[in-house]
């Protein structure tokens, strides 16, 4: 399985960017799927997912600022992410996980300048 993230980059604070994630199977052969991110000298932390059934999970920081979402046809999975803050400075890596196994991208860097 390979997961192909893309879009990160440099933004001001306030602005906005998309993720995205493209899969190498039918995303619907996960039990989850969603993003992770990891901050110099923090663990890494979960974002968001979304689920077969479409339920979603955020991370608190996030909520009402990133949305996550899928294209079923495309196999890929997107977050939208607004009003991004210094704080939001990390890796973003996409991860999957289907029955015992999970799966990881390669990362994308976001950085947002005060």
């Known amino acids: 399985v390979q997961l192909q993230a893309c879009g990160g980059g440099l933004v001001q604070a306030g602005g906005s960017l998309r993720l995205s994630c493209a899969a190498s199977r039918n995303i619907f052969s996960f039990n989850v799927i969603g993003w992770f991110r990891q901050a110099p000298g923090k663990q890494r932390e979960l974002v968001a997912t979304?689920?077969?059934?479409?339920?979603?999970n955020y991370a608190d920081s996030v909520k009402g600022r990133f949305s996550i979402s899928r294209d079923i046809a495309k196999d890929t999975v997107y977050l939208q992410m607004n009003s991004l803050k210094p704080e939001d400075t990390a890796v973003y890596y996409c991860?999957?996980?289907?029955?015992?196994?999970?799966?990881w991208g390669q990362g994308t860097l976001v950085t947002v300048s005060s």
């Open positions: 979304i689920g077969n059934g479409s339920r979603t």
């Open positions: 991860n999957a996980q289907r029955n015992t196994m999970n799966y």
